[in-house]
């Protein structure tokens, strides 16, 4: 971390003022974070409220704390950061470390707070979702050992904004964020530090302590026959990381990578990495010479990898194959790997992978926040979700640019294609067809009412058993739930995290309605079935799955609640 004074030390004492403020409802964290259009943050107080109840729910410990703040640099980031600053100088904070401009990544983030042992970080995103003044922002707030807020604390949160009454602030407390550097403020007799730190310095080193740069160097820069990959940040936080690491340590030419100019509103695109959104992507693969290719999304923890011409590698298979693979990464050559873990709706292609290698595997709900008490615990060392999320116990979030240089890793020492390295998986495993609707935007009541009339249903005891045909292929009712999750580490509950159907010949259909949407309901349908046949391991998963797409439509009568025959996007 740099140490420079930038300018002269403030010298004249703050004195915080107490603000009456007024309640606004639904300011409930979602997935990961508060999720809204702009407009709704932009409300007299709106961010503000928020802001005091993540920092009230600290508690004991908010006094004198250190926080990290940062985000994807979407529209509303700036005024959020200078709210931030003036709630938590009037609260007690000690010290804030703030990214240059107000960028880090979420994973960023994560390591931070665990390298610098601080007690949390805010970080300014809506992740995937759209930016600019007339599309989302959000709120993520992550704990002291890096990871997403847990439920407990997320609950705390929105009770507290339920009863907001007022807020502490400096109103004239101002900071640059642009300069490198620390300030020192006196507030109340106390001193109050802010540090604009370099956004990806603390992240590098830590990839360096990961991987092998000299042998990814090779891979990308080698005279002979370079590796040729293709990275697109969707003009999302990534952009400062990769070029740092892909351009000026690892040498690959400087049309590796492209849109690394983050912008607040991600140039008018989506920033979701996944075959309809970084479509882009997906054609320069098809049409040009390049053996890999990767996007991120706005915050840095997603990621989507291709192989040459796009072959497509679903996350679900990505975290099985990286399973399978991890003597190749220094980092766990250097310490055994523990365990494994997916998140429930994602294919269970690890599942096949932990039984070979004798590995413990957890099945927890979506979201990220549920893996860090095992990792905490010593209990996991890989894990994923099939929303393009992968990730290890480096950190407690997610992380893109970490998958990527994983499979890096794998490919400098294998010599195989992408899709070489997927197809000997399919034979060694058999291979987990997956695909996932989102319909998205729906109106909440006839969602909730669908998915309600489906539990009912499939927990009715004569559900067990039942046949359904489609296309002459059956399916036989094996199980089917909601789905509840029992913590291990501290035995704590998470109910109704999506209504499963599990047929006895290992395919699963899963309902759930998402957590990071701002506005009305998005209902994901997920759709896996299983092949070990050699034969049937290389076939169009779409096709595969069609059966089975329909007889999710049919038990669900989806379409004819919410009145669309179509999915907004297919991942
Ligand atoms: C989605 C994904 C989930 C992911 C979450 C946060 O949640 O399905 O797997 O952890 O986004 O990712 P939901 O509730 O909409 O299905 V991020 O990158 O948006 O913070
Ligand atoms: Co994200």
Not at 153 to 172: D, F, M
Not at 315 to 344: C, H, T, W
Not at 515 to 539: C, D, F, H
Request: proline fraction near 4%; include cysteine.
């Amino acid at each position: 971390m740099s140490l420079n004074f930038v300018g002269a030390q403030a010298t004249m004492p703050f004195k915080s003022i107490l603000v009456t403020s007024r309640t606004y409802e639904g300011q409930k964290p979602g997935t990961s974070g508060l999720r809204k259009a702009v407009k709704v943050f932009q409300q007299e107080h709106y961010t503000q409220n928020f802001i005091q109840c993540i920092l009230t729910a600290i508690g004991p410990k908010l006094k004198g704390c250190t926080l990290v703040v940062g985000g994807d640099g979407r529209f509303y980031a700036k005024e959020a950061i200078d709210i931030i600053i003036k709630i938590a100088a009037a609260n007690g904070v000690r010290k804030l470390l703030i990214g240059q401009n107000g960028i880090l990544s979420t994973p960023a983030v994560s390591c931070i707070i665990r390298k610098y042992k601080l007690n949390g970080g805010i970080i300014l995103t809506a992740s995937h979702n759209p930016g600019g003044p007339e599309n989302d922002f959000g709120i993520k707030f992550n704990t002291e050992n890096g990871g997403p807020a847990p439920d407990t604390v997320t609950n705390t949160i929105y009770n507290l904004t339920k009863k907001i009454k007022n807020y502490s602030i400096i109103p004239n407390l101002e900071c640059n964020i642009s300069e490198i550097g620390i300030r020192t403020f006196e507030v109340h007799g106390s001193e109050f530090i802010i540090e604009i730190i370099d956004s990806v310095n603390d992240y590098l080193e830590l990839m360096k302590s990961i991987f092998d740069f000299q042998k990814l160097k090779n891979l990308l820069s080698s005279n002979i026959k370079p590796f040729r990959v293709l990275i697109n940040s969707m003009h999302g936080v990534t952009g400062p990381y990769v070029k740092r690491i892909f351009i000026d340590e690892l040498n690959a030419p400087l049309n590796s990578v492209v849109n690394t100019t983050p912008l607040v509103d991600f140039g008018g695109g989506h920033p979701d990495p996944n075959l309809t959104y970084a479509a882009d992507l997906v054609q320069t693969l098809k049409n040009e010479n390049y053996d890999f290719g990767a996007a991120f999304d706005g915050d840095g923890d997603r990621n989507m990898i291709l192989g040459a011409k796009a072959f497509f590698v679903t996350p679900s298979d990505s975290i099985a194959i990286l399973a399978e693979n991890l003597n190749s990464i220094p980092y766990f050559q250097k310490s055994a790997v523990k365990g494994l873990a997916r998140s429930m709706p994602t294919a269970a292609s690890i599942d096949k992978v932990a039984t070979s290698l004798n590995l413990k595997l957890f099945e927890v709900p979506t979201g990220w926040k549920y893996f860090g008490n095992l990792m905490d615990a010593g209990l996991l060392s890989l894990c994923g979700e099939e929303s393009f999320g992968t990730g290890s116990d480096h950190i407690r979030e997610k992380d893109g640019i970490w998958a990527v240089l994983a499979w890096l890793s794998i490919i400098a020492v294998n010599s195989k294609s992408i899709e070489q390295i997927c197809f000997d998986h399919w034979l060694k495993y058999g291979r987990h067809y997956f695909v996932r609707y989102d319909y998205e935007n729906c109106e909440s009541e006839p969602s909730t009412k669908m998915m309600k009339v489906l539990e009912e249903k499939i927990t009715n005891s004569d559900f067990i058993g039942q046949k359904f045909e489609s296309d002459n292929e059956v399916f036989e009712v094996k199980l089917a739930d909601n789905f509840q999750y029992v913590d291990p580490i501290d035995k704590s509950i998470a109910k109704n995290q999506g209504l499963r159907i599990i047929f006895t010949n290992g395919a699963r259909l899963i309902f759930r309605l998402s957590g990071t949407g701002s506005s009305g309901a998005t209902i994901r349908m997920y759709v896996e079935s299983y092949e070990s046949s050699p034969t049937k391991i290389n076939l169009d998963a779409q096709l595969v799955l069609q059966p089975l797409i329909q007889i999710g439509l049919e038990i669900s009568k989806l379409q004819s609640y919410i009145k669309r025959t179509e999915p907004t996007v297919i991942t």
